[in-house]
Nanobody, 126 residues
Framework: QVHLVESGGGLVQAGDSLRLSCTAS????????MGWFRQAPGKERELVAS??????????SDSVKGRFTISRDRDGDKNKVPLQMNSLRPEDTAVYYC?????????????????WGQGTQVTVSS
């Protein structure tokens, strides 16, 4: 079982930065990949970025490439996956979710991703 808790959302202005954090716990968490998804009102949920515990391989959607950075960190017994978001735009407004799953699930079969956080709201005003 994997437990995910997001934090760091809020209301910012266009051009500002925001840092989200996901704290992951559970005996199998480090055998999975980690991803940040987002869902805006009336839109489908999309993968924003992903990273894996066992390699430096990362993925970014075209809409955030060059502006967002995903990383991984270990703080004692807590596994953290921050998402640094710079140069925010109004179209980045969404609920952001942390998720844990296999490479394939995160990229291509999000309906099968087994573990999700509760989500955190990010609102970017123009």
């Amino acid at each position: 079982q994997v437990h995910l808790v997001e934090s760091g959302g809020g209301l910012v202005q266009a051009g500002d930065s925001l840092r989200l954090s996901c704290t992951a716990s559970g005996p199998t968490v480090r055998s999975n990949g980690m991803g940040w998804f987002r869902q805006a009102p009336g839109k489908e949920r999309e993968l924003v970025a992903s990273i894996f515990w066992t390699s430096d391989s990362t993925y970014y959607s075209d809409s955030v490439k060059g502006r967002f950075t995903i990383s991984r960190d270990r703080d004692g017994d807590k596994n953290k996956v921050p998402l640094q978001m710079n140069s925010l735009r109004p179209e980045d407004t969404a609920v952001y979710y942390c998720a844990s799953g296999s490479v394939w699930e995160l990229r291509f079969e999000q309906s099968n991703v087994p573990y999700w956080g509760q989500g955190t709201q990010v609102t970017v005003s123009s």
